[in-house]
């Protein structure tokens, strides 16, 4: 028996803002940064249960056409009960303003190692944590986390990886190494944007350009100074 389609009109994923290169934007969106600068703008009510929020999520879903079977995207329309971007979804903050994300995904996973467990009565932590869960589902998340880890775990920036576009694979000091082929020029010349990798790359090569201009002599004059003329007198006295 063949199994018949379903088609969701309403059915929503989430849509990361990415560079030209096509790495994830971190910064804040113009609406994000306009919450974080604006305290009247955050949502300062009482923080509701899981279960009333799963509730409004499923209604939400079914308003618009969407297919409540799936949970990334029922998650998508959870609704945040903490911090600066309380009352807006779940698929939002992702949409919106990554950087903060990953600084929860952080905070979170450090309070796990710590083994500080959030009560199942403080919903605005529970929030978080389906948040949290919610985000790393995402290989997009977790590619930059892990990126972050490589970063932080090479003994040096030398060992660094490119990260990104066709040189990938290729360490920060074999783009520097390999600057006559043209890409370390092309990366200094770039205009990028702050905490991408292109960026960090950028400020390693900046900083391998001054240290070698500054090791580098300066050009001397070489050429043998004229013999004083009392000298000269002196060698030529046994002629007399």
């Known amino acids: 028996m063949q199994r018949k389609m379903v088609f969701y009109p309403g059915k929503l994923s989430v849509v990361f803002r990415k560079g030209p290169l ?3 934007l971190q910064a804040p969106s113009p609406e994000a940064k306009r919450i974080k600068d604006d305290p009247s703008l955050q949502d300062r009510s009482a923080s509701m249960k899981e279960d009333l929020v799963r509730q409004n999520a499923l209604a939400t879903v079914r308003r618009r056409g969407g297919d409540t079977t799936d949970i990334t995207e029922l998650l998508g329309d959870y609704i945040l009960q903490f911090g600066k971007y309380k009352g807006k979804s779940f698929r939002w903050l992702l949409e919106n303003d990554v950087g903060y994300t990953l600084y929860l995904i952080k905070n979170r996973q450090k309070e796990e190692d710590l083994g500080l467990c959030s009560s199942a009565e403080d919903h605005s932590k529970v929030s978080l944590q389906t948040c949290v869960k919610f985000a790393l589902s995402f290989a997009e998340i977790k590619s930059v986390l892990g990126y972050e880890a490589g970063v932080v775990k090479a003994s040096s920036e030398d060992e660094q990886q490119v990260g990104f576009g066709s040189r990938a694979k290729s360490t920060w000091k074999e783009i520097w190494d390999s600057r006559a082929d043209g890409y370390a020029d092309f990366i200094l010349k770039k205009s990028c ?4 990798r292109m960026k960090k790359l950028q400020q390693y090569l900046q900083g391998r350009h001054q240290s070698a201009s500054a090791s580098t002599p300066t050009e001397q ?10 000298k000269k007198l002196d060698s030529c006295s046994f002629l007399k």
Not at 221 to 230: A, H, K, Q, R
């Open 22 to 24: 096509g790495y994830l």
């Open 193 to 196: 944007l702050p905490g991408t």
């Open 221 to 230: 004059d070489t050429s043998v100074p004229p013999e004083p003329l009392g």
